[in-house]
């Protein structure tokens, strides 16, 4: 069975950090893209940023591009997003998602099949 557990969510002031984390475990592909998702109140989810397991290429929306970081550690099964810069419209529910074997990173929700249940990132001016 996979699971995949997000941690790091929290308040922050316009301009902070934050560090998501995403424990994966159960998921015996070894090509696949790691992705986060995010959800604000009312809007539909999108895609944030995106690592393929083998090879590591990695992708994100233009609207982090510069301020957040994606990262895997295959030894540990975990992924990380490093959010720097944050913005208040950066608050949203933040999701870790797996996607199918053999598929590379993309920004559609429908490419994942595994999804965590999410941790809030609120940013404040």
């Known amino acids: 069975q996979v699971q995949l557990v997000e941690s790091g969510g929290g308040s922050v002031q316009t301009g902070g950090s934050l560090r998501l984390s995403c424990a994966a475990s159960g998921y015996t592909g070894s090509s696949y893209c790691m992705a986060w998702f995010r959800q604000a109140p009312g809007k539909e989810r999108e895609g944030v940023a995106g690592i393929y397991t083998a090879g590591g290429s990695t992708y994100y929306a233009d609207s982090v591009k510069g301020r957040f970081t994606i990262s895997q550690d295959n030894a540990k099964n975990t992924l990380s997003l490093q959010m720097n810069s944050l913005k208040p419209e950066d608050t949203a529910m933040y999701y870790c998602?797996?996607?199918?074997?053999?598929?590379?990173?993309?920004?559609?929700?429908?490419?994942?099949?595994?999804w965590g249940r999410g941790t809030q990132v609120t940013v404040s001016s």
């Open positions: 998602a797996a996607g199918f074997p053999w598929l590379h990173c993309s920004g559609h929700s429908r490419d994942f099949r595994y």
